[in-house]
């Protein structure tokens, strides 16, 4: 079985653009999380979906969102990027709560 | 609110030789417990977790954990450590919903 698949694995973007990170959940999961991991520091819980709405966010901007479709992937959009925004964008994928399965992230440059 | 902190930032242990995460939790209730490991630029691997009954729980590559409520701990523990087992090791507790608390992590070194 695929695991949690992102894309893409690496981008580079400029200060005050908008960048979008797509995730593939695993086969069978209705649940999607996003966690931010700034160099050096654990992972930031950013969002959770399940059925495609949202169940909780972290404290984080209004200029992050994110929204799941139909088929329970995962786009997560922020906005007016930072310098600061710079970070490994983990998606996790859940079939029960809290067991959350991780991709391999996507890392985001802010120049 | 749930918190989680690993008090050792980084950690250097000789191959073979055995090996101990620290890592204390912050929540009211019982929690769910997870050890999971990061290797340079990749994503988490989850090595094993504690949700309840036994509090010795055993997880992949040889790693295990312990569960004592009385310290509000979840040490993780290997007997002997291979050269494959330098990562970053994360500790992070849930609630029960949708949302896990890590810890700031800890840096494994592994000599020769």
């Known amino acids: 079985d695929a695991g949690v698949t992102q894309s893409p694995t690496h981008l580079i973007k400029t200060r005050g653009q908008q960048v979008t990170l797509r995730c593939s959940p695993i086969?069978?999961?209705?649940?999607v999380s996003w966690y931010q991991q700034v160099l050096g520091q654990g992972p930031q819980f950013i969002f959770q979906?399940?059925?495609?709405?949202?169940?909780g966010r972290g404290n984080f901007p209004d200029r992050f969102s994110a929204r799941q479709f139909p088929n329970y992937s995962s786009e997560l959009n922020v906005n007016a990027l930072l310098l600061g925004d710079s970070a490994l964008y983990l998606c996790?994928?859940?079939?029960?709560?809290?067991?959350?399965?991780f991709g391999q992230g996507t890392r985001l440059t802010v120049v | 609110a749930q918190s989680v902190t690993q008090p050792d930032i980084h950690i250097t242990v000789s191959e073979g030789a055995s090996l101990e995460l620290r890592c204390n939790y912050s929540?009211?209730?019982?929690?769910?417990l997870f050890w999971y490991v990061q290797s340079p630029g990749q994503g988490l691997q989850l090595l094993l977790k504690?949700?309840?009954?036994?509090?010795l729980v055993q997880g992949i590559k040889g790693f295990e954990a312990e569960f004592k409520r009385s310290q509000s701990s979840f040490n993780l523990r290997k007997p002997s450590v291979h050269w494959s087992d330098a990562a970053e090791y994360f500790c992070?507790?849930?609630?029960?919903?949708?949302?896990?608390?890590f810890g700031a992590g800890t840096t494994v070194t592994v000599r020769a």
């Open positions: 996790a994928s859940s079939f029960l709560d809290n067991e959350a399965f």
């Open positions: 992070a507790v849930g609630a029960g919903d949708y949302k896990l608390s």
């Open positions: 086969s069978g999961h209705k649940s």
């Open positions: 504690y949700f309840s009954g036994d509090t």
């Open positions: 979906y399940y059925e495609k709405e949202e169940r």
């Open positions: 929540y009211g209730a019982t929690p769910y």
